[in-house]
């Protein structure tokens, strides 16, 4: 009898999710009836949002219930169909998170195409991270060619994506990251004109304003919290704030407190608009093709961290947070 | 000989301006030259903004300089022309500000005409005041017909503009204000669906909540602040936040700190974007020609607080952070 594992909310966590968030539990898989597939996990992604998914509130997605199986991208193989759309053997992307085996309706999950690029770059570069990127940054942020983007989180699996874009866009693109290592890879792999390592910078307000002679003219979001603040005060007139994630206060235990923005978008006739990648459902295979041809045409690089082992997912979700990690972070699932 | 009267910017303030910020000052008048025109002023404008400019920092518009007039809006007579496009007699509008005569290059103002409506209105609703609430609202709210649009400072001169055009689109509208005495002018007089008083109410949040049982779609804010901490939270999805002022931290002599707004605007995909109504200068017609039309089929209404004596103008200025007044405050210079 083959067992699924599943990683279920034990407890809404306050602050940093600990062990006592999760739960790990074995159940028999369900044998798949008709119109429906059985898959076998082979990644499942962990993502800041999800951190967002496990308190009780209102969002632009509904809240994770205690002892629900924590749900997200995950990909997967096909071991066994009894939907005439689905063939075993075909890899499938799907919502279904951290477990093991899910038996899926056929239309909850599609076929990916594992002859553009590994099929890791559909929980990445090629998904939702992916896509994210590109909504965000056209949209929104609509960088013109000569403007100076700055991104924060810029190391991340949506950041550097980012940058690469704006950079293909023609604009000046700095990057604000938590580590010399990261910046370096902005720098020295992905062409970011500049990195700010916000950890080391006794001065982030100036090192901004030095690192961007001509002001900022689009902002990209990932963090919020003061590093945000700081980009605020260099904005330029016209500036456009594309609010992708507040990581700094996914976590904290009270209310995230800092300076009022309306002053400066009055001052500088500033947009500033909150995003995900939903808002964008009909545009999807627009911004898919997109990626997929920069990727072809060796215009976007990617880099992913990929943890080993089923039990490891979890932990893998804290280092989100511990900002270690360098783009895309993955747990490939052992068989 | 002709006196000139002036209020000069004599310090800068730290919070609320009080008698020190200003000096009056008497100069001879200067005699037109060919081009140039001798305006005596009729009406002067006094605007929130104005505090903006008294301290020394980067904004929108400079700002003012020590021992300069006061400049604003303001409305006069052509006492003499030295201009071919003027003649003596013409009632010309421009930013001369704070002084009882102004000697004018020709292009530095504009006439008006005094058979749309009281000239008075050239300072107001079909002045910058107008256009800044048809441009706020309809470019960046963009309310749909049945939506719900909240304003506030919503008796103020913009405020009770916003107002007024949202209903013209056919929105639910509900204004935030701080007397009920504007509160019943809001509803009897503007036909507003509701009004809420922010000074009396015990939880504004729940009070919006209830004044808008399906949410908050576009939100037309004047005052920053607290008032707009609240109704940031019953914001729904797709929501628009025109930032057009923050009264409430104009005189605060530390940094206007509260929630801040990326998660809000995250999690439901909120637009927010701050404007002056200079951003919008090459359809300045359009709009003009918009308010007229609705102020000529009595379509919108206005109300003006007029304060008789040049005299008088640092105090009327002072009124508008009590929220004592209605609609546009403006003072009527004496002969």
Redesign the interface.
Same mark, same amino acid.
């Given at each position: 009898m083959t067992i699924n594992k599943k990683i279920l909310l034990a407890k809404r966590p306050k602050g940093l999710p600990d062990k006592d968030t999760f739960k790990f539990v074995e159940t028999e898989i369900i044998k798949p009836e008709k119109g429906e597939v059985l898959i076998r996990t082979l990644y499942v992604s962990v993502d800041p949002y999800m951190r967002?998914r496990m308190i009780d509130a !209102?969002?632009?997605v509904p809240p994770y219930q205690l002892d629900d199986v924590l749900g997200g991208g995950a990909l997967g193989e096909i071991v066994e169909s009894k939907s005439d759309q689905f063939e075993q053997g075909d890899i499938v992307l799907g919502s279904f998170g951290w477990q093991s085996y899910y038996t899926a309706k056929q239309d909850e999950v599609r076929k990916v195409d594992k002859d553009i690029a590994p099929i890791s770059t559909y929980l990445g570069i090629l998904g939702m991270t992916g896509l994210t990127a590109y909504f965000g940054l056209l949209d929104i942020g609509k960088p013109k060619e000569g403007e100076t983007v700055v991104i924060s989180g810029a190391a991340g699996a949506v950041g550097s994506v980012v940058g690469q874009i704006a950079k293909i866009k023609g604009a000046r693109v700095v990057g604000i990251a938590g580590t010399d290592e990261k910046n370096q890879y902005l720098k020295e792999e992905l062409h970011f004109d500049e990195a700010i390592n916000y950890k080391t910078s006794t001065n982030l307000q100036e090192d901004i304003a030095k690192a961007c002679p001509n002001g900022v003219d689009v902002y990209f979001?990932n963090v919020?919290?003061e590093i945000?603040d700081a980009v605020h005060t260099n904005l330029n007139?016209?500036a456009r704030i594309s609010?992708?994630?507040?990581i700094s206060?996914y976590n904290l235990k009270e209310?995230?407190?800092? !300076?009022?923005?309306?002053?400066?978008?009055?001052?500088?006739?500033?947009?500033?608009?909150?995003?995900?990648v939903g808002?964008f459902a009909n545009r999807l295979a627009e911004g898919s093709e997109a990626l997929a041809k920069w990727l072809q045409d060796g215009k976007l690089k990617y880099e992913e961290t990929i943890i080993d082992g089923f039990d490891n997912i979890p932990d893998a979700f804290l280092d989100l947070f511990e900002g270690n990690n360098i783009g895309k972070l993955l747990v490939k699932v052992d068989k």
């Open positions: 967002g !209102p969002s632009y979001d919020g919290g945000s007139k016209y609010v992708c994630g507040a206060s209310e995230d407190i800092g !300076p009022r923005i309306q002053t400066t978008l009055i001052k500088k006739s500033v947009l500033m608009q909150g995003f995900t808002d």
